[in-house]
């Protein structure tokens, strides 16, 4: 029997009633929106606006109309910087920044576009102060992930916040590791834009997103991809309003589906009640392998200053190697290597080598995490 505690890649199980959703709109919907008024496309139409507007209840945010469904964070990630910045522009980002930014930024870099890192220590907590020294005449944009993908641990947003409404910069926020783990107030945060993916801490199917935008953020942002959108059939001009503006083509519909039956079961949970069960376990899993002499947490090893992501460094064997004793003899599922940040190893110390990394779900249990730890404590000795 296998323990899964690799859900900062993809939560598994899913939400109940997301299979059921999606399989409901395969073989008894089928309809597109947008483009017909039948009975069918009506029905689709309605649970699309249904998700956008328990995605607004979620974050905390005022309009389902600037809801933009994507395939996932990266591409919402990816239409916020190639959408906004321009040769010349500077953008400033954490430390610990996923692929979905480094990369993206590295593109543009070869345009013209500069970025600077703010910096945090080898725990991995940023130090808001960072910022202000970085903020440049043509600084353009920050961003910054809320907790980090390798360690765990939450970005200072609410400073961060308070420097960006000064300088009047647009805050920009990667919740692709705390949506639906941890409370995020789009209105509080005072963001521009918010990038999450269904799959993760919201508990739907991969292969769907969501990209929220601030009314003065979306006029300046220029979409990525143009097409047909069902409105404004006559015209060859991108429609002027959202969320047509950003959603050319066909939406990915079985995956709304989902998505909003995911939605549900989040909002019907309350993110403060998953957010406890995911620190309780994580404090626990911390406890049981406290005082291993033959492993390194990276980050700060407090549960609660991060969401549920624990990552071991294995100090007298190949990492690669401990995970895959993990799974061979124990039944424990994990992620191995540079989990697609390498600029969070080199601020954590673990790079080139990597971590072996353990993320819990709200599904996970107390036993399987007591059987993670003494695994653990077995390989470490």
Not at 76 to 96: E, I, M, R, T, Y
Not at 202 to 229: H, I, M, N, Y
């Amino acid at each position: 029997m296998s323990i899964y505690l690799d859900n900062a890649a993809t939560s598994f199980p899913k939400a109940p009633g997301v299979a059921k959703a999606m399989i409901n709109y395969i073989g008894g919907v089928g309809a597109n929106i947008g483009r017909a008024s039948y009975p069918a496309a009506a029905e689709a139409a309605r649970t699309a606006f249904s998700a956008r507007q328990k995605l607004c209840e979620l974050f905390h945010f005022d309009d389902p109309l600037r809801v933009v469904f994507t395939p996932g964070a990266t591409a919402a990630l990816n239409q916020v910087l190639k959408g906004f910045l321009s040769d010349g522009d500077h953008v400033v980002v954490g430390p610990l920044e996923h692929n979905a930014v480094m990369r993206p930024l590295r593109q543009l870099n070869k345009r013209g576009v500069s970025f600077s890192r703010m910096a945090a220590d080898e725990r991995g907590v940023i130090d808001p102060a960072s910022l202000k020294p970085l903020l440049a005449p043509n600084t353009k944009l920050v961003l910054v992930s809320h907790a980090s993908n390798v360690c765990g641990t939450l970005a200072p947003v609410e400073e961060l916040s308070k420097i960006c409404r000064e300088r009047g910069i647009p805050l920009v926020l990667d919740a692709a590791q705390t949506a639906g783990h941890h409370p995020v107030d789009f209105k509080a945060l005072s963001l521009s834009a918010l990038c999450v993916p269904a799959h993760k801490g919201l508990l739907g199917p991969q292969g769907a997103g969501a990209l929220l935008l601030s009314e003065s953020f979306a006029e300046k942002l220029e979409p990525l991809v143009s097409g047909g959108t069902g409105s404004m059939s006559d015209s060859e001009e991108l429609p002027p309003y959202l969320p047509d503006r950003f959603e050319a083509g066909t939406l990915n519909l079985p995956g709304i589906y989902g998505f909003d039956a995911a939605l549900s079961f989040v909002l019907e949970q309350g993110v403060d009640n998953l957010r406890a069960h995911e620190i309780s376990l994580t404090d626990r899993f911390l406890k049981g392998i406290a005082g291993l002499n033959g492993v390194r947490v990276a980050g700060t090893g407090d549960a609660s200053k991060g969401v549920g992501v624990v990552s071991l460094d294995f100090l007298h064997r190949d990492n690669a190697d401990a995970a895959y004793a993990l799974e061979r003899d124990y039944g424990v599922l994990t992620r191995c290597g540079l989990h697609c940040a390498p600029s969070a190893h080199k601020t954590l110390g673990t790079f080139p080598r990597g971590t072996v990394r353990f993320s819990v779900s709200p599904f996970t249990t107390e036993a399987e995490i007591n059987a993670a730890a003494a695994a653990v404590r077995a390989l470490a000795e």
